[in-house]
């Protein structure tokens, strides 16, 4: 659950649609009217994710290669259709419907489900985009698969326009990458912010509901990182006070550094079931998770001191950083 508000997660809690805002080109520019035109002007429909279970009437239109792209066609009507991705564990891909190999106007939505199992590829999107590349064209810069198997991407229209479209999928770290380098000092830990997987939300918010002056906030965000070595605590900590949500954490002069089995004790008691569930979830090994700690405390008044922790939990081999943000105050 975002930090400061408590709803934040329902807005997505169907799924992790529209969780990405790269930038992608300029549209495709029309020329100017000469005198006397008239013109118009139409805003495309956002493209949604395909109605749920979709197996039985979604189109399977091939495989999707991880560092390649497929090519197809609208047909003349809105529709949707998907390519097999399979990956090993702890993949990154960038997946983009490009401009370079697809049609002029077309407009899309891009959808990412699984893994598969006995029951299909499930009912929510893991990732999804409508128009963050290219004009209105879908784009996802980063997709982290945490576990190993075979992945469904879907590409939707709202406009039949019988034209091409191109798909790619791009390894931007992990598992993917051939041969990768160990990393540079002091390389840097870029985040983008995910929504909380459901189990994760469901944990939190019991504990949430249990005592009326302890209440906890939890952060998802994700990094690409194609190396052989690992990042490094110290540089999720400085992305994530980097942060402006997070400003009020800065000044702790003497921040705590824990192995992830001697945080569990940090914990209030209440969020404790978190600890495991947050390894479960993310398929991270104890050994690897390690955690720096900072603190605050500031009054409102007669009986109202506030406490407040800030937890920043690297989980290196699954490419997470998990902030936890405890806080109590005086009633």
């Not at 395909?50 to 560092?67: C, E, R």
């Not at 497929?70 to 419907?97: D, I, M, P, R």
């Not at 906030?217 to 402006?244: G, I």
Request: include cysteine.
């Amino acid at each position: 659950m975002k930090r400061g508000t408590a709803v934040r997660s329902v807005v997505l809690g169907m799924s992790a649609v529209g969780l990405m805002g790269a930038c992608g080109g300029q549209p495709e520019q029309t020329p100017a009217p000469e005198g006397g035109d008239t013109v118009t002007t139409a805003t495309q429909q956002l493209v949604p994710a395909p109605p749920a279970p979709f197996d039985s009437y979604l189109y399977i239109a091939g495989t999707l290669p991880v560092g390649g792209a497929v090519t197809s066609n609208t047909g003349t009507s809105a529709n949707y259709e998907g390519f097999k991705l399979n990956v090993a564990a702890n993949t990154q891909v960038a997946l983009e419907v490009t401009h370079l190999g697809t049609g002029m106007g077309v407009d899309t939505g891009l959808y990412v489900y699984g893994p598969k199992t006995q029951y299909g590829y499930g009912y929510w999107p893991l990732y999804g985009d409508d128009d963050s590349g290219y004009g209105e064209l879908s784009k996802i810069p980063l997709a982290t698969f945490n576990q190993a198997g075979e992945y469904l991407v879907v590409v939707g229209w709202s406009n039949g326009l019988a034209k091409q479209y191109r798909l790619q999928a791009s390894c931007v770290g992990g598992a993917c990458v051939a041969n990768p380098s160990p990393a540079p000092a002091n390389a840097p830990v870029t985040l983008a912010a995910f929504p909380l997987d459901g189990t994760l939300n469901a944990v939190l918010g019991g504990a949430n509901a249990y005592r009326e002056d302890m209440y906890s906030f939890l952060d998802r965000y994700d990094f690409a990182w194609p190396y052989s070595t690992h990042a490094t605590l110290n540089a999720a900590a400085a992305a994530v006070l980097a942060r402006s949500e997070y400003k009020g954490y800065r000044n702790d002069p003497n921040p705590g550094t824990y192995t992830y089995a001697a945080f569990l004790p940090r914990m209030y008691l209440q969020f404790q079931p978190l600890h495991q569930a947050i390894l479960d979830t993310y398929g991270e090994s104890a050994a690897n998770a390690q955690v720096k700690s900072y603190f605050r405390e500031f009054s409102t008044g007669p009986n109202g001191d506030n406490w407040r922790t800030l937890n920043i939990i690297l989980l290196p081999e699954s490419r997470h950083v998990i902030v936890y943000e405890q806080t109590a105050h005086e009633i």
